[in-house]
């Protein structure tokens, strides 16, 4: 399957009926499994959300570490079942609230975590050992599991009862979110020590989440998302293996996370091809031998991008079909974007209505009776197996282009995607493709809805605080444990009990990055349109 | 890439025509640490299509290399695009510095999550085009060159 990657942008045919002959070629036992065999088509577990419902895991945070901790009880008290910070963008570049970049942005999109006592602050009244987090950065990945670490350690919790997820995809930023700090080949390095570090530590925690989620904002097909996600999994344990790990060691530690966007039965059909793809490349392609290794377990968010700032009621209803298609693939976690997500960050009431419709598919519906209840239907194995097949071409693609490194390093990935974004929008312009109340069913007038406002004031306490963690903390330590993170980094030592040490000076995000940034410098990406 | 020649019939007709003529030379910025560059990118390119001559600065521009490249590159428009709520704090700036630098003929647009109670702040001060999430491509490309025309016309 050699075709030129431009075919793959052709709108795939969808057909008015399926039928027997639409999946003649389909094997039960080789191409679908029960749930919980082999190749996990329907589900990793034999009891589907019988034996365990989805965490209803509300991505959170704004404004300063008190702010979001205050959310964060909030969403728990109403049922929630996992916490997800959301960090605002110094914190997701690697710098401290005064650098100049991060000038009108702390705690705007997200919280600020500067240093180890915001981290103090943002779990403050919550046991780490009773919830699982996850951490949604990349860049500095490693520095801030290396604070949550340390703030467990203060607390006497046991590093092996942490149960998490840290995102720590750092491919995804090359090709899609561009949050990314140093170049690819140092940026792989950290993602490895975390590997490495947390095989033998955490043997709980997720050490990364392979993310389709910011690849499909930033434009892809649903197709593209799945390859390209897959394809940056293939890289990750290929590095592991280099970075001279076993395989089963680290495998069944990664995780991933996927968009669960609007059309339906391709999104449900995407979920279940994934956990295919994978489980024949964990077998056959790595020669995994745990069976855990072969199981894909994901987490799926509901596509911001499909939010709408007109008749932003309507929001609801569309998040409420994205999440059901998310259950109804077999998502481990959800989190279901508020209605009010394309003008800003939720309002609690909006956040709360969010965790509500999750909690009505869950309670309500029925849906998770059965397990992989759409399993067997002509279409969506029709559409599950030309999913795949879509997949495969652009991993051959890639392969040829020396892995995804490379790939990203020429800006392929970013370029399809560029491509696929600017179709879309096209699409939308010349009404091939309904938005409702955008291009289609518009009101004149509509009435404003209450938004979130963040103020400056969260700045200057970060500020303040920043100010005094300088003045508190014992600065000769600090400059110590700076150079040997300095050091460890240009020899081959692994960085992780390095930032533990400077994490446990009190040393800040933007100097523990500063120091790996004179070692390796940044990256700036040459532009793709 | 550089617009196309213009033959002699074109300068017999004077220079008002001559910068009609002239293909609108806009650069599009993303200035603040936010990487989201999708809109970004489609409007560049969409502007592109439509005939103007887009310069794209890539990620995580300072106001003053914005305004630098406006200079460099003899741009008619400037489009920003904000999504991380740090319009208050860029937007005001790339005004200022235009105005510093003498280029006040300089169309200032913004795209982006702008909240509907700053948009009249950011009209006061300057910025003549605010487009909100849904504004579709081709009202954005009719308001840049309804604008630049009209500078063009006044100034002639």
Same mark, same amino acid.
């Given at each position: 399957?050699?075709?030129?990657?431009?075919?793959?942008?052709?709108?795939?045919?969808?057909?008015?009926?399926?039928?027997?002959?639409?999946?003649?070629?389909?094997?039960?036992?080789?191409?679908?499994?029960?749930?919980?065999?082999?190749?996990?088509?329907?589900?990793?577990?034999?009891?589907?959300?019988?034996?365990?419902?989805?965490?209803?895991?509300?991505?959170?945070?704004?404004?300063?570490?008190?702010?979001?901790?205050?959310?964060?009880?909030?969403?728990?008290?109403?049922?929630?079942?996992?916490?997800?910070?959301?960090?605002?963008?110094?914190?997701?570049?690697?710098?401290?609230?005064?650098?100049?970049?991060?000038?009108?942005?702390?705690?705007?999109?997200?919280?600020?975590?500067?240093?180890?006592?915001?981290?103090?602050?943002?779990?403050?009244?919550?046991?780490?050992?009773?919830?699982?987090?996850?951490?949604?950065?990349?860049?500095?990945?490693?520095?801030?599991?290396?604070?949550?670490?340390?703030?467990?350690?203060?607390?006497?919790?046991?590093?092996?009862?942490?149960?998490?997820?840290?995102?720590?995809?750092?491919?995804?930023?090359?090709?899609?979110?561009?949050?990314?700090?140093?170049?690819?080949?140092?940026?792989?390095?950290?993602?490895?020590?975390?590997?490495?570090?947390?095989?033998?530590?955490?043997?709980?925690?997720?050490?990364?989440?392979?993310?389709?989620?910011?690849?499909?904002?930033?434009?892809?097909?649903?197709?593209?998302?799945?390859?390209?996600?897959?394809?940056?999994?293939?890289?990750?344990?290929?590095?592991?293996?280099?970075?001279?790990?076993?395989?089963?060691?680290?495998?069944?530690?990664?995780?991933?996370?996927?968009?669960?966007?609007?059309?339906?039965?391709?999104?449900?059909?995407?979920?279940?091809?994934?956990?295919?793809?994978?489980?024949?490349?964990?077998?056959?392609?790595?020669?995994?031998?745990?069976?855990?290794?072969?199981?894909?377990?994901?987490?799926?968010?509901?596509?911001?991008?499909?939010?709408?700032?007109?008749?932003?009621?309507?929001?609801?209803?569309?998040?409420?079909?994205?999440?059901?298609?998310?259950?109804?693939?077999?998502?481990?976690?959800?989190?279901?974007?508020?209605?009010?997500?394309?003008?800003?960050?939720?309002?609690?009431?909006?956040?709360?209505?969010?965790?509500?419709?999750?909690?009505?598919?869950?309670?309500?519906?029925?849906?998770?009776?059965?397990?992989?209840?759409?399993?067997?239907?002509?279409?969506?194995?029709?559409?599950?197996?030309?999913?795949?097949?879509?997949?495969?071409?652009?991993?051959?693609?890639?392969?040829?282009?020396?892995?995804?490194?490379?790939?990203?390093?020429?800006?392929?990935?970013?370029?399809?995607?560029?491509?696929?974004?600017?179709?879309?929008?096209?699409?939308?312009?010349?009404?091939?493709?309904?938005?409702?109340?955008?291009?289609?069913?518009?009101?004149?007038?509509?009435?404003?809805?209450?938004?979130?406002?963040?103020?400056?004031?969260?700045?200057?306490?970060?500020?303040?605080?920043?100010?005094?963690?300088?003045?508190?903390?014992?600065?000769?330590?600090?400059?110590?444990?700076?150079?040997?993170?300095?050091?460890?980094?240009?020899?081959?030592?692994?960085?992780?009990?390095?930032?533990?040490?400077?994490?446990?000076?009190?040393?800040?995000?933007?100097?523990?990055?500063?120091?790996?940034?004179?070692?390796?410098?940044?990256?700036?990406?040459?532009?793709?349109? | 890439?550089?617009?196309? +020649? /213009?033959?002699?019939? #074109?300068?017999?007709? @004077?220079? &008002?025509? $001559?910068?009609?003529? %002239?293909?609108?030379?806009?650069?599009?910025?993303?200035?603040?640490?936010?990487?989201?560059?999708?809109?970004?990118?489609?409007?560049?390119?969409?502007?592109?299509?439509?005939?103007?001559?887009?310069?794209?600065?890539?990620?995580?521009?300072?106001?003053?290399?914005?305004?630098?490249? +406006? /200079?460099?590159?003899? #741009?008619?428009?400037? @489009?920003? &695009?904000? $999504?991380?709520?740090? %319009?208050?704090?860029?937007?005001?700036?790339?005004?200022?510095?235009?105005?510093?630098?003498?280029?006040?003929?300089?169309?200032?647009?913004?795209?982006?999550?702008?909240?509907?109670?700053?948009?009249?702040?950011?009209?006061?001060?300057?910025?003549?085009?605010?487009?909100?999430?849904?504004?579709?491509?081709?009202?954005?490309?009719?308001?840049?060159?309804?604008?630049?025309?009209?500078?063009?016309?006044?100034?002639?």
């Amino acid at each position: 399957m050699g075709a030129p990657a431009d075919t793959t942008h052709a709108k795939r045919v969808v057909e008015r009926l399926y039928t027997p002959d639409s999946i003649a070629s389909l094997e039960y036992e080789r191409d679908l499994g029960d749930p919980g065999q082999y190749p996990y088509t329907r589900g990793i577990h034999a009891s589907g959300y019988r034996g365990k419902p989805w965490t209803m895991r509300q991505f959170a945070g704004f404004g300063t570490p008190e702010e979001t901790n205050e959310r964060y009880r909030q969403l728990l008290e109403a049922g929630g079942t996992g916490l997800s910070v959301a960090f605002d963008l110094p914190t997701l570049m690697g710098r401290d609230p005064d650098h100049e970049l991060s000038l009108g942005e702390v705690g705007k999109c997200g919280v600020s975590i500067a240093s180890l006592a915001d981290m103090e602050a943002l779990f403050e009244g919550i046991d780490l050992g009773a919830i699982t987090t996850s951490m949604t950065i990349n860049g500095p990945a490693s520095m801030i599991l290396a604070m949550y670490l340390v703030l467990a350690e203060q607390r006497g919790t046991d590093w092996r009862t942490l149960s998490g997820t840290i995102q720590n995809d750092i491919l995804k930023e090359f090709i899609a979110q561009k949050e990314f700090i140093y170049p690819p080949r140092p940026s792989m390095r950290l993602v490895t020590d975390v590997f490495a570090f947390c095989a033998e530590q955490m043997p709980r925690w997720n050490t990364i989440s392979v993310s389709g989620y910011h690849i499909r904002e930033a434009g892809a097909t649903a197709a593209q998302e799945l390859a390209f996600t897959l394809r940056d999994g293939i890289e990750y344990v290929q590095y592991g293996i280099d970075a001279g790990l076993a395989v089963d060691a680290f495998a069944p530690r990664i995780s991933f996370f996927f968009n669960s966007h609007s059309d339906f039965f391709e999104e449900l059909a995407k979920f279940r091809a994934a956990r295919r793809i994978w489980a024949c490349v964990m077998r056959d392609r790595f020669k995994a031998h745990s069976p855990r290794s072969w199981q894909l377990r994901f987490h799926a968010q509901t596509a911001g991008v499909s939010l709408t700032a007109q008749q932003p009621y309507n929001n609801v209803v569309r998040t409420a079909l994205q999440a059901m298609a998310a259950v109804l693939g077999g998502a481990q976690s959800l989190h279901t974007n508020a209605l009010d997500e394309a003008l800003a960050l939720p309002t609690a009431e909006a956040a709360t209505l969010a965790l509500r419709t999750q909690q009505i598919i869950a309670e309500e519906t029925g849906i998770t009776e059965v397990v992989d209840p759409l399993g067997g239907s002509y279409y969506v194995e029709a559409l599950t197996t030309a999913l795949e097949k879509e997949a495969l071409v652009y991993f051959d693609t890639i392969d040829r282009m020396g892995g995804m490194v490379a790939a990203i390093e020429r800006g392929y990935p970013q370029r399809e995607i560029a491509e696929s974004a600017y179709r879309s929008q096209q699409a939308i312009e010349t009404r091939e493709q309904i938005i409702v109340g955008v291009n289609q069913f518009t009101a004149d007038e509509e009435a404003p809805i209450k938004t979130l406002y963040i103020d400056e004031a969260a700045q200057q306490r970060q500020l303040a605080r920043l100010d005094e963690i300088r003045r508190r903390r014992d600065s000769r330590r600090v400059a110590a444990a700076l150079a040997a993170l300095e050091a460890g980094a240009a020899t081959g030592a692994n960085t992780m009990p390095l930032l533990l040490d400077a994490v446990r000076a009190y040393a800040t995000l933007g100097e523990m990055c500063d120091s790996l940034r004179k070692v390796w410098g940044e990256y700036v990406e040459s532009p793709v349109i | 890439m550089t617009g196309p +020649a /213009l033959g002699p019939e #074109a300068w017999a007709l @004077g220079p &008002s025509v $001559l910068r009609d003529m %002239h293909k609108i030379r806009v650069v599009i910025a993303k200035p603040g640490l936010d990487g989201h560059d999708r809109g970004a990118k489609v409007i560049a390119r969409a502007l592109r299509d439509a005939g103007m001559e887009v310069i794209y600065t890539g990620l995580r521009q300072t106001p003053e290399q914005i305004v630098n490249a +406006a /200079l460099q590159e003899d #741009a008619d428009v400037i @489009g920003l &695009s904000i $999504l991380s709520g740090a %319009h208050m704090h860029i937007c005001p700036r790339v005004v200022e510095l235009l105005r510093e630098k003498g280029l006040t003929e300089v169309l200032v647009v913004v795209g982006g999550i702008i909240p509907d109670t700053d948009v009249p702040k950011l009209n006061a001060i300057g910025v003549e085009g605010i487009f909100q999430p849904g504004t579709p491509m081709q009202d954005i490309v009719d308001f840049i060159d309804r604008h630049t025309r009209a500078r063009v016309a006044s100034n002639s």
